[in-house]
């Protein structure tokens, strides 16, 4: 259990939740859980830890989120149950706002947002990641479940393009999380609800404004996809994201959106236009924190004509092939974690796509790593 610290002079003059938002940032943790009826929560490495503070009531709950909310926001949850925003506390950080309706009453999800954009050499993205951001057009997918680090993968790929190329970069969001300062590129944040009113409407919109670049947030719905795959189409990069946990089901699960009868259609379109497919997850690492694992496929005549022919059953063995081709598989970089002592085998297990494989894998590996030990011990003097 963790004991909140003492509130300064001024947190006392500013919003009540900055208190809790302060743990947060100090145990670096990922997300403040508030729900009526519970203690608050905070999410470390992983895990969810309980506050040392007392149970929120629908009147405090009110007291906390009320003075950080937008007022429109703030109605449109009271009507529907749901609303998200973004809350900054000045340069210390920002977070992302859910707020909902639970069985005993109001909740929040606060997710913390860097107070800057890391930089993929910041990250440490791996090549193999990294080289997505040299994609010029078509359609890249980051997927992963929630919590997975997809904005964050995306934020440092854009952050890369804004660096060294002069383009204009649209990002469409719910909200807008990371604020990237122009640089190299011109960049402009469209906001869910203040901008635009819909991540289709804007899509539909941004092809008048003269955009080189376009990240659309969250690829929730068929217009969504549809517009997307046609501003691909149009010769833009069009970043999108996906809840999926590999590759290939990424690509199933945009097919499998759109009407029967218009699956063909939109695999012809898909096999053109996708140029690469990142999936990633994070595991807990050895010694405290998170390291992200990833899967990378990448755009080939191979995969064109697999996605055309409806045989996207092909993509996994594309990926374990592709080593060469810049494309690496879930269960072959779980297994370099682990034998890179980063993460426990056991970690990556409950991780892996293929749990044989990734065992199969990891004793060949490991196999392989004595044998170059042994050698080695033989030829010493």
Do not use: C
Request: no cysteine.
């Amino acid at each position: 259990m963790i004991t909140t610290p003492p509130v300064s002079m001024s947190e006392r003059s500013g919003n009540r939740i900055d208190t809790l938002l302060r743990i947060v940032v100090d145990k670096k943790a990922s997300d403040l859980h508030l729900a009526v009826g519970s203690p608050p929560m905070v999410r470390v490495d992983g895990d969810l830890q309980r506050l040392k503070w007392r149970t929120l009531t629908e009147e405090e709950y009110e007291k906390l989120i009320a003075p950080i909310a937008p007022e429109k926001l703030l109605k449109e949850w009271r009507e529907t149950g749901d609303a998200d925003f973004a809350y900054s506390m000045g340069k210390i950080a920002r977070f992302r706002v859910n707020l909902f309706r639970q069985e005993h009453g109001s909740g929040a999800v606060l997710r913390m947002i860097p107070p800057r954009v890391l930089s993929i050499e910041e990250l440490g993205l791996p090549p193999i990641v990294a080289n997505v951001a040299r994609v010029s057009r078509g359609l890249v997918l980051v997927t992963g479940p929630t919590g997975s680090g997809k904005s964050t993968t995306l934020a440092a790929l854009l952050d890369w393009i804004n660096r060294t190329r002069a383009s204009h970069i649209v990002t469409i969001e719910d909200p807008v999380e990371f604020i990237h300062m122009p640089q190299k590129s011109l960049i402009s944040h469209r906001e869910l609800g203040f901008d635009t009113p819909t991540f289709a409407g804007a899509l539909k919109a941004v092809l008048r404004e003269d955009p080189d670049v376009v990240l659309v947030g969250e690829l929730r719905d068929l217009e969504t996809m549809s517009m997307a795959l046609q501003a691909a189409e149009t010769g833009l990069l069009v970043f999108g994201t996906l809840h999926t946990n590999s590759a290939a089901k990424a690509v199933d699960r945009l097919i499998d959106s759109f009407p029967a009868e218009e699956q063909e259609e939109v695999r012809t379109v898909l096999a053109e236009v996708l140029k690469s497919v990142v999936a990633q997850v994070l595991l807990k690492k050895k010694g405290g924190g998170r390291v992200p694992a990833f899967e990378v496929l990448r755009g080939s005549s191979a995969l064109s004509n697999s996605i055309r022919e409806g045989k996207t059953n092909m993509i996994s063995t594309l990926i374990q092939t592709g080593r060469t081709a810049g494309m690496v598989g879930m269960d072959q970089y779980l297994v370099d974690l682990v034998v890179a002592a980063t993460v426990d085998a056991d970690e990556a297990f409950e991780k892996a796509l293929d749990k044989d494989q990734f065992k199969g894998l990891l004793e060949k590996r490991k196999a392989a790593v004595a044998a170059a030990g042994n050698a080695s011990s033989n030829r010493a003097p």
